[in-house]
């Protein structure tokens, strides 16, 4: 979440070029797909109808409440095109509307929110309604799907740009961290090991060694396209790093303890909602406060008290969100007589 604000808030070619927020995404994807796959790997046990119920109704009570509420009060501002776009992000079709208009609007960081939306509805048929052998093989083509995905689109000359935010483009990072909680829950002894190696200084060499290649593929014009495929899997390798830490919070490392922190919990919690409400602060303050958030100032003095203030805003409205609103409504979780599927309790939740 933090990388997402740092490219939407610090605006400049170097913040761009680094896609620190693509970045952050995808690291919220691995870890969405590891803890909703166990979810769902419980929920096998009851009855498919319980399950269904009970999996989308915990879903919605955690998801809808912010998003829901950002619609309204950017309806009734008049800000970030709402009033015409609300139905849209409300049926989380916002990535879809990104890809046929081939270009970002106001409102269009819901894209990672409709991928994800999207990735219940058909997760939920895979995982609930296939065998058991069938389970691994449906992972494995998840993580491999994007890139037949990408070579589709280069054969029938599409532009694959805005074409990524589609489900089809994500699917590997969310089915590795799906593969990931699956060797957990079927191969212990294996899982161990994947997560020793994950956690081993090479993962960090071999990422480092591959960027550079990019990045000399990229000076030396990469007419092949190299440079690209070398930073996706610069990417996936160090999402599976940081994926691996993540998962073993209770371990002595300095990185574990910080993730324990009360504060760095309770940020967690409500990560939600700042994503969903963060890029909404601006237009607030410049169309209906009319008040400058950078105070006159340019450069990047102007563009740092800008950014600070952006990030308290959306912080205070996702505390009031969750204290007014999520939270009360989390209480309903269990609405359903019999449910026995587990809630998920990530030390960062999803978006």
Known sequence: MGLVLIE??????NVERLALGGFG???F???SGYLITGVLLDARANPIKMAARNFYWRRFLRLAPALYIAIIGCAALNIAD???DWWIHGLYLTNVKVAIDNHWGPATHFWSLAVEEQFYFVWFAVVILLPQRALLPSILVGIFLPNAYQVALHMAGAEPAFARVLLLECTDYLCMGALLVYLERTSPKRFCFIMDVLRGPWCLALAASVALIAVLASVNGDPGGTS????????MLLTAFLVSHGLSASSSGLFNKVLLFPWVRH???ISYGIYVYHLFTLPLLADVLHIDAHFGLSGKTGTLIAATIEAIISVSLAQLSW???ELPLSRFKNLF???SVRETGPVVQTV
């Open 8 to 13: 939407h808030f610090v605006h400049g070619s």
């Open 25 to 27: 995404v995808k690291l």
């Open 29 to 31: 994807f691995a870890l």
């Open 82 to 84: 709402m009033r015409q």
């Open 228 to 235: 690209a495929s070398l930073i996706r899997f610069v990417r």
């Open 267 to 269: 940020m967690g919690k």
């Open 323 to 325: 204290s007014l609103v």
């Open 337 to 339: 007589a019999g449910d």
